[in-house]
């Protein structure tokens, strides 16, 4: 189990504690269920351009908060993807490596000798995890203020593979390639949520929030060094490094609509 497993599954039980204790030292304690609409953005900055891999999906969200003081509550959530669309750009240094599944068929866009014959690349987010202090205002609706840490894991799956090629009169040897790699790796950043939660009866609240937390990696990912082209002389070549995407800035922008009850 890693670093940040064992804080999450302590803070966890911790929570779990307060919960089940909640007549001892809170004034509410709130149970309630989102859906939650996100986007999960991540800057591909060796495109040149704004385009990035996007994940967009629906999340059942579960949320925890006990206050114990009038305006301050301390609370957790857990987020269980739904639905999921990935829109990837993928793209290398100091190469013309681009990969877009909507407006390519190969690594290259055109087909070239180097072209992979076999190429797939895809990210699929997992469980996450946030904890979370909430300012609440006095007003009628409720409106707060959530500072934010979450956890989120993600699959990235990578695969490249070209057989070689021989040499002929007018070009030399293609290698033979091949390259996989298969992670799950963490997410974790700070982030911030604005919302309200008025009630509805006397036992029911209904909440919406919009969410926005900046993440990093745990872990660089893949590096893939492949070939693209012949080089200036016999048997060399020039090269294109192929990184992961979940090297570079993460975003992930969310908006919460849901019910709960207190006790």
């Known amino acids: 189990m890693t670093k940040s497993s064992k804080f999450i599954l302590k803070i966890c039980l911790l929570l779990s504690g307060i919960f089940l204790n ?13 859906l939650n609409f996100n986007i999960l953005s991540i800057e591909t900055s060796d495109l040149g351009s704004d385009e990035g891999t996007n994940i967009r999906g629906m999340d059942i969200q579960l949320q ?50 180097y072209s992979s014959t076999s190429f797939n690349y895809n990210l699929e987010r997992k469980l996450s995890t946030t904890l979370f202090a909430r300012f609440i205002s006095n007003s009628q609706r409720s409106l707060y203020l959530d500072i934010r840490y979450s956890f989120m894991r993600i699959e ?22 091949g390259f996989s790699s298969k992670e799950n790796i963490t997410l974790s950043g700070v982030g911030f949520s604005v919302g309200i939660m008025p009630m509805i009866t006397d036992k029911i609240y209904y909440q919406t929030s919009a969410t926005l937390d900046v993440l990093s990696s745990n872990s660089k990912g893949f590096t893939h060094e492949v070939s693209t082209a012949e080089g200036f002389s016999n048997d060399d070549y020039r090269y294109s490094k192929i990184n992961s995407s979940l090297n570079n800035t993460t975003l992930f922008w969310s908006l919460n609509i849901g019910f709960g009850c207190y006790f």
């Open 64 to 113: 925890f908060l006990s206050r114990p003081f009038k305006n301050i509550g301390f609370g957790a959530s857990l987020s269980i993807p739904g639905t999921q669309k990935t829109e990837i750009h993928l793209a290398s240094e100091g190469g013309n490596f681009i990969y877009n599944p909507e407006y390519s068929t190969n690594t290259y866009g055109i087909s070239t000798p």
């Open 156 to 177: 990235e799956i990578y695969s490249f593979f070209r057989p070689e090629i021989a040499a002929t009169s007018s070009s030399q040897l293609v290698p033979q390639e």
């Open 22 to 34: 909640y007549k001892a030292i809170a004034q509410f304690t709130y149970v309630g269920a989102n």
